[in-house]
């Protein structure tokens, strides 16, 4: 981070590298989302690989990026005071998320497979998804309020303190191979090309078949509906259509053959499949009032 | 666990979109009916301005700008609709979500309509914008291209274009189920397997969206900016797709995917369990909101 003090505008390198730093953080956001709505379902996977995402922000992001950022904020205040704030908020998200991600990281560590697949589990993986969320309004925030203004806002003896003060080391994330060093899990997970989400689920729970004829049925069913739709509209138009007597007998005759072929359709489309499914849903639901009823005593 | 809102939406989405789709109807029967549904998606939200100042040559395009504050990022994005319509208020109500979750301004792009356009009108227009945005000096490190569907065709399209003209490149696209292959060799794969689960799109209009969207180039199919699954994606920056496991166009982001991966460029796919084609768009829907977010997540990665 000091290196930025040997290029000719340190303000902008400087913003620059916070603004990297947030999309490594944005990366492994993505990846703690993922994680979470797996916790429960494979905890032995998704519970270390969630305390490793943790320990990396504790050790980077809440350890290095966020005093970098509380050193800006501190240097703002004193020469934009209508920032003073708003700053402080953005100061105390700071403390409040590194307090959060601690226990978070010792809750994962401490927990057992069993554990996560239980309420505990379900529970953890709310917090986990609750503090994405925090994480993800808080970089919003600091975008939008503080990195818009943070360059115009101080001038070159500020930049030349800050960089000075600044001897933290760079994000591990940007070198992928050095990250696995470290955090072996979390790097090979960052670097897979394809993502699930929701997959750990049981399928539904109809058969593939099952499943099918249901979907066919709803689009052979969905289609007579619209037939019917357009049929009624077709209906209403004939009729206010009508001038006199004779165009009302004509109307009428055309609404009672088209509704007459209209039904012979509805009888004779649906394959034979659909039918027998259709009728044994009926005679299902009519089977209790359709047995001879017991005398009573 | 796919929630009750994405499982209603299926059905809905089966009784009106998908019934649509495989009925005879004419292009203008099919966007009377869009505008109806339309009337059910929300306004925008009161944080994002609408400014549709500067215009396009030809088509419509809108600034969404978040009141929140200053942002140098600008997703470019082109809505879906099979080349043919679109759906205004939901795309614009998407952008609005993801410039807010992503602190960036949004310019939607209405790319003319076949047939009254074929190609590669639409994708002409898609290239003013971009070109649009360069002269009015937005640096394409500041630039993510997103596209929904048809939209996600026409943006990967522009990225070749782009490249091949020697432009500079934007910093990464976002594509949401990208209909990359119009040829008739597409009709395999997940386009027919998953045919029958597709709660909203369906195998039966492909021969006419081909017909509508090329007019009388019906041999350019096999173009890569009319089939980007047969471009070179050589030199192109990160990609980053979602598509939904039962959709017919679930191979078309994966495909796109590898061959990206095997030109060395960095392309993620997230396959996402039973949603419905455009899902990213149904604000009322968890999966919607959790979609969005990590769009966000990837264009605030690409693109500090």
New interface residues.
Partial sequence: MSAGGQHSDPGATYM?AL??D???L??V??EI?TQAERLTKAPDDAGPLLAEAMRYLLRYHHAFHHPREDRLFARIRERDPELDATLADLSDEHEVGEAEAERLACDLEAATVKQLRGRSGRRLAERVNEYVRHT?AH??HE???FY?RAESALDAEDWRYIIGSDHGPQDPLADLAEMGNSYPRLASSLGL???????L?PVEPLSEEM??QM??L??LY??L??DALDLGRGNLDRLLAVRGPGALVSAVGEITRANLEFAGRCLLSPPRWAINTGAALIVASLKPYLEPRQPQD | MVSWQTRTANLLGRLTIRQSLRRDFSVAEMRERIRTMERFFPDLPADIRIDREPGLSHCDAEWLIPTTGPTERVILHFPGGAFLTRFVRAERLLMARLCRSANARGRLVFYRLAPEHPYPAGLDDCMEAYRQLLDLNVAPDNIIVSGMSAGGCLALALLLAVRDEGLPLPAGAVLMSPAADLTEHSEAGSRLANAPHDAVLSLERGDDIRRLYLGDQLDRVNHPYVSPVLGDYAGLPPLFFQVGSKEILLDDSQRCAERARSAGVRAEVEVWDRVPHGWQTLSFAPESGRAIDRLADFIREVCP
Avoid: C, I, Y
């Fill in positions: 620059r603004r990297r947030h999309a490594g944005s990366r956001l993505r989302d993800r970089m919003r975008e939008a309020v818009a090309p394809v993502t699930h989400l929701g997959l689920d499943e099918e979907l066919a709803t689009d969905g289609g509906l619209h």
